[in-house]
């Protein structure tokens, strides 16, 4: 990956001429070219990681798998968002890690722990390095040192059993690796998320995350059927049998955990077969609000797609535009079914006759078409922008369908008001793209003018959206994780008791507090 950008150097994305003057008018702001600075004036903090510190990590992993060099340390000096980019492209990565680690296994993971609890270094478990939340920024929180733990030395298909369909993988599994090994068996995991291309297995579990056919799959966290996890205390194993009532579940309590009570090595998960059929369609609503309905009803039925969202106006323009098509006016819904083709038919079937009454007009594939093919480049085109002077992120949250409207526009009016000012516009953006018996997600995009200062623009308007979640019955992330852009609201979110519990349990596991310090779990 781009130590500056998203993924892939090679597959940057680019602007016509037509389209960098649209949104230079909408944004009111002239587009200008800012490249990052040369990699060698990136400025680093020396490490801290002294001869007999190293000498005992070699012992564990190997002395090659221990590394200071600038290079590898810069490309684990944090993660994915525009905040980290920005930081990076200006020529700053303070923070960075000591030193990158590269275990072979959950033994020598577990000996890792081990060693930098006893010797007070901080670690900072490291997947696919997507966090859009500052989820693997290499905190030293007070320690003598922070080490970075790249996990992607644990890439086997550990077992498969296509009798009980279930697999076990190692954390380190980038998706693409994970979904060639099953597809051998016959079979998925159905995650899609917009990392796909460099998120893990490991990380997955670790972020609760959720892919774009939760519809028919389900979020990640419902895939998982057993854990490894070390812990500087010793090894947890978790899971195992299709279902138990002995006592509380503590798996559930390592999904989400973001590395800060142990470090998932291994995750069992259920499979399914792959399909035979994929139909996608698309259909048209007047405005969002009948979009919104239209997926509630769906959500709420016997009958679902295994992918279904629905665009708001903005965001539905902005996909014709940036596509060189012509919009469709009001709202769009992309629907997706998987499966046989018996059981395709006869879903979409009775979708449709939904989608109908609820006011829907059908547009046929195309536009889902269109929509796959440019899923996974979208992050690609906010390095564009940005490194045009305009910045392009977003943010999530979810609700009740009581509450899902009403915080769509608090939201949606914060940002506005946080960014609308003399130094340019905001386009703002949302979709649901995650749905259940009783709510949805929020999934907002923003693009606005960098300006002057614009690590603290991009910081005016996060406050100002995650204020107004917290203010109207949201969550303040529903899986792109807490990390530490989200941690001042967990306080608010899980309550003292919450958080209480939450320490308790990191005592018990990590005592020594070394594991990612400084994420998720909020101050007493």
């Known amino acids: 990956m781009s130590w500056f950008a998203w993924g892939d150097p090679a597959k940057a994305a680019t602007l016509d001429p037509g389209l960098r003057d649209l949104v230079s008018q909408v944004l009111r702001a002239p587009l200008e070219d800012l490249p990052p600075v040369p990699e060698e004036r990136v400025e680093l903090p020396p490490s801290l990681l002294g001869a007999r510190l190293r000498e005992a990590l070699a012992g564990v992993v190997g002395d090659g798998h221990v590394r200071t060099d600038d290079a590898v340390r810069l490309r684990h000096s944090g993660g994915k968002s525009t905040p980290d980019l920005l930081s990076r492209r200006a020529g700053s990565a303070d923070p960075a890690p000591d030193a990158v680690l590269y275990p072979a296994d959950h033994d020598e993971v577990q000996r890792v722990l081990e060693v930098c609890s006893a010797e007070r270094v901080a670690v900072v478990p490291f997947g696919g390095g997507t966090s859009v939340v500052g989820g693997v920024a290499p905190l030293r929180g007070g320690f003598r040192a922070v080490v970075a733990l790249d996990l992607r030395r644990l890439d086997r298909l550990v077992s498969v059993d296509t009798t009980s369909m279930t697999a ?132 709420q039925s016997d009958v679902r797609p295994t992918m279904a969202r629905v665009l708001d106006e903005s965001e539905t323009f902005v996909g014709a535009a940036m596509g060189g098509r012509e919009a469709t006016p009001g709202c769009q819904a992309v629907l997706g079914f998987e499966g046989t083709g018996t059981e395709v038919e006869a879903r979409a079937a009775s979708v449709r006759e939904a989608m109908a009454a609820a006011g829907g007009a059908p547009l046929g594939p195309d536009p889902v078409a269109h929509w796959r093919s440019n899923r996974f480049s979208a992050p690609y085109l906010r390095d564009t922008l940005l490194s045009a002077g305009i910045l392009a992120e977003t943010l999530e949250t979810a609700a009740s369908w009581t509450d899902l409207l009403p915080l769509y526009t608090a939201v949606s ?85 919450g958080g209480e519990v939450l320490r308790a349990v990191k005592a018990a596991l990590d005592p020594g507090g070394v594991l990612n310090p400084g994420k998720l779990i909020p101050e007493p």
């Not at 690796?177 to 670790?206: K, N, R």
């Not at 142990?262 to 399914?272: K, Y």
């Not at 979009?291 to 509630?296: D, K, Q």
């Not at 003018?449 to 019955?473: Q, V, Y």
């Open 168 to 299: 076990v993988l190692g954390a380190g599994v980038r998706t693409p690796h994970a979904e060639a090994m099953l597809a051998e068996h016959g079979c998925t995991l159905g995650h899609l998320p917009q990392s796909y291309e460099y998120a893990s297995v490991g990380g997955y579990a670790a972020t609760r995350s959720s892919g774009q056919a939760s519809s028919g799959y389900g979020r990640f966290e419902d895939m998982v059927v057993s854990l490894r996890v070390a812990t500087p205390r010793g090894t947890l194993e978790t899971g195992g049998p299709p279902a138990s009532a002995a006592g509380p579940d503590l798996g559930r309590l390592m999904l989400g955990s973001e590395g800060t009570l142990g470090v998932i090595t291994e995750v069992g998960l259920r499979m399914r077969r792959r399909p035979e059929r994929v139909l996608d369609e698309a259909w048209s609503f007047p405005d969002f609000a009948t979009g919104v309905e239209a997926l509630r009803s769906l959500a």
């Open 413 to 497: 009016d914060a940002l506005t008001g946080a960014l609308e000012d003399e130094e340019g516009g905001a386009v703002v953006m949302c979709h649901v793209s995650h749905t259940y018996p009783t709510g949805a997600s929020l999934y907002f995009t923003v693009a606005t003018a960098a300006g002057a200062a614009p690590l603290e623009r991009w910081s005016r308007a996060k406050r100002a959206a995650s204020d107004a979640i917290a203010a109207h019955h949201g969550t303040i992330t529903h899986h792109h994780a807490v990390g530490t852009d989200h941690r001042p609201w967990m306080a608010a979110e899980i309550g003292p008791l």
